[in-house]
């Protein structure tokens, strides 16, 4: 049951179906680290399989047999380039939204059927803010673009409060023992997340050719927004590189040996550059151990690490060495951007390095910086004035030099007496 509504089975309304979609993949050999990814595969196939029946058709009005609504919600998606993550999350609330309204079709459903499902977004299942901004962005896209019905202002719908939140940063020393603690396959990928202040993604799509091992640097290639960007490669980390990428181009000549080596590409990129989907240049930099062929083309490919496998290895590390702060690998990133502030880095630089659009995003990490709430020092630590309470126990003055006269005299019970 969702927004006291019962769901109905998904039987014969919607459908994924887009004319000419890529096609998915088989997955050939599944590996712990890998599990997550090839079960994501065979859902993916098994829905693709499911929508090419036939079956679970809600036509859009007006549009032709093969345009059902989440297919013609993919492809106008796609034909604005948007990131496959997008894609999916689109999607995933434009199904919520219908089944939240008995599986009507939302051409049928007016500005108020929009402001009660975010209303009980925000009110019932109580969703953070961005969450509900994220279903409206959805449904503005779908009435916009697929159903050509612009929505107007939404003045009904009961808003979840954005609170401002703090992001949250380990000291130097935890860093180290997180890392020290992951297993050896994902040490060096928490490594470059932390040297190069990269997200999750960003790292385990990187190519060969995106590091700079002369340099000291890694180019970011479609990052968020799908904007490229330059960072830092730390030297801690280049001789642990030149090692990872000698094994990778070892993997690679056995993958190219038995009839594999092609790796995915871009956009339309295998069709302007034929060889370079066998090339090294163009290799993931954190493989997968096992490989998949493509269902289209036949093709024995190998993929990148699965996100899901780093994020549990993080988690299993920083529970291992008891660290009682919430550690993910984004908190990497934070602490990237904190240290590099703390070093006295100027902020614009700190912006560039981490890709953000607007410094304001990046200044939310000088209100962690170890200097205490806002820089100052506690009156309570006796730098700024002795305090009473200060001497309570001991006969020394704890700011420093004794004053003049000797020790300073205690009076009354020692703290903590009977």
Known sequence: MYGGRTMCPRSTLLSDAVPDSPPHSEALVGTPEHAAGASHVRVTQTRAARAASGADALAAPGASAPGRLLGALRTAIR??????????????????????HGLRHPASLDVTAVEAFL???ATRRQVSASTQNQ???????????????PLPLLEGVTRAKRPKRLPTVLTPAEVGQVLMALEKRYRLVGLVLYGSGLRLMEALQLRVKDIDLERRELTVRGGKGD????????????????????????????????????????????????????????????????????????????????????????????????ILKRVTCHTFRHSFATHLLEAGYDIRTVQELLGHKDVRTTMIYTHVLNRGGRGVVSPADGRVRPAPWSTMGSTHAPWGDEPRGGPIPVHGPRLGAD
């Open 79 to 100: 034909l604005r380039h948007y990131s496959p993550r997008t894609e999916e999350a689109y999607v995933a609330w434009v199904r919520r939204y219908v089944h939240f």
């Open 135 to 149: 279903a409206l962005a959805a449904l503005l896209f779908l009435y916009r673009h697929v159903l050509g019905v």
């Open 119 to 121: 209303s009980a977004l």
């Open 227 to 322: 904007k490229d960007r330059v960072t830092v490669l730390a030297e801690a980390a280049v001789p642990l590189l030149m090692a990872h990428l000698r094994s990778v181009a070892t993997l690679h000549q056995r993958d190219l040996a038995r009839g594999a080596g092609v790796v995915a590409l871009p956009g339309a990129l295998a069709a302007k550059l034929p060889g370079a989907a066998r090339s090294l240049a163009w290799q993931w930099v954190f493989p997968a151990s096992s490989c998949y062929r493509d269902v289209a083309t036949g093709a024995l490919r190998r993929h990148h690490l699965h996100e899901t496998a780093v994020q549990r290895a993080v988690r299993t590390a920083a529970l291992r060495v008891q």
